[in-house]
DNA sequence: GCTTTAAAAAGTAACGT
DNA sequence: ACGTTACTTTTCAAAGC
């Protein structure tokens, strides 16, 4: 059976961690090579990793952000690699330092082209934002799995906002079948 | 005791000044806009259950004053885009955009999404067309809606194209670039537009 | 609320050629 | 009239203004 659910790919991991010790963003940023760390912008000193390709904000206070990665397996790939380079530069870094999952972004195809106008109204108009003047996505908030999911005209959506990796699928197969019993679904 | 008493009547007679204030903002953009009085009632009413249910903490008066007046406008049948909005009001579109979905959804207004044919009297009117060229872009926004192509498609670029066909067909040509200043979209939309509306008519 | 990071979807816009 | 780049929407954490 290929349904929408197979269509499933996951396009950004958000996942937050922390080293256990407090840095000095200044010294480290000129000990990384390829670190941007603009104080005036923001707190955070952005490096990316290439393999996995990811992006970590690195804060003060030893707490780090993982952005870009398109697995979890990757997240904590990217993360090994960044605990590695500090190591390396004599800064303590915990042993296993806890990763937390923040946000699992993913794109799938319901395989019908969509009529959002008549999603709109089927869908609930107190439910739904669709605002094609300013954006050409139709956003449903569900809550069970609590995610945001971005419907658009050619059947392609996404769906964010979930932490655990079975969400998307569990979404997936919720819209299919809330859109099926309005008879929207091709 | 006095302090308090003098307390509440300070913050009462600003509150009055700022619902004063709104409501001369949301005359004045209406105005500018050249909606009927009806639709600035709407917009009061709007503005005062937003105030009533406090939804403006947080937010500029003008920015909920020109969201309760764009809502109107839709609630009325009679829209103005954001940008056209946006042109009259000291509050930046995206910040309007932004306020119209928060007031929208807190005051439950459920408006439907803007249809494209509610545009073309006041585009075409602006472009001296004529009745027979108004009553072809609305067949012509029917046709192509039906078949399914304005979903995610901006209303007003869906309108301008529609009218932009029309007037080709009724002898009537007005230039893209005539159509897209008044519809205030860009040339490129309009062909992109046009070219789908022409082969969902069977034209081609 | 804002700042930064990443990613997808599709439409619109603004460049330069 | 191309092509490219970039902006719109959603989500989430981080620290600080």
Known sequence: MSGPADSIEIQNVVASTGIGQELDLEALADDL????????????????????????????????VCTGAKSIDDVHDALGIIFDKLR????????????TVQ?????????????????????????????????????????EPKVVIL???????????????????????????RIDALGLLG | RLRKWQERIRTKDAGERNLQFALSEIDRMASALGVPRSVREV????????????LIRGRSIEGVATSALYAACRQEGIPRSLDEVAEVSRV???????????????????????????????????????????AKATEI??????????????????????????????????????????????EVTIRNRYQEQIEAMGFR
């Open chain 2, 43 to 54: 917009a009061s009413v709007i503005y005062r259950r937003a105030l009533n249910e406090d």
């Open chain 1, 88 to 99: 390396e530069l004599k800064i303590p870094v915990d042993d296993e330092p806890e990763i």
């Open chain 2, 141 to 186: 926004i029917d046709v192509s809606a039906e078949q399914g192509l304005l979903s995610g498609k901006s209303p007003t670029g869906f309108a301008a194209a529609a009218i932009y066909a029309a007037s080709l067909l009724c002898n009537e040509k007005k230039t893209q670039r005539e159509v897209a200043d008044v519809a205030q979209v860009t």
């Open chain 1, 33 to 64: 090579p390829g670190a941007d760390f603009n104080p005036d912008n923001f707190p955070g000193l952005v490096y990316r990793t290439q393999d996995p390709k990811a992006a970590a904000l690195i804060f003060r206070s030893g707490k780090i």
């Open chain 1, 103 to 143: 946000n699992i972004v993913s794109s799938a195809d319901l395989g019908h082209n969509l009529n959002l106008n008549a999603l709109a109204i089927g869908l609930g108009l107190e439910d739904v934002e669709y605002e094609p003047e300013q954006f050409p996505g139709l956003v449903y908030r569900m809550d």
């Open chain 2, 92 to 134: 930046p579109q995206k910040e309007i955009g932004r306020t119209y979905r928060y007031i929208s959804q807190e005051l439950g207004l459920e408006l439907k999404p803007v249809d494209p044919k509610q545009f073309v009297p006041r585009f075409a009117s602006a472009l001296d067309l004529s009745e027979e060229v108004q």
């Open chain 1, 151 to 177: 419907l658009f005209g050619s059947g392609k959506i996404v769906i964010t906002g979930g932490k655990r990796t079975d969400d998307a699928e569990t979404a997936v197969e919720e819209i299919v079948e």
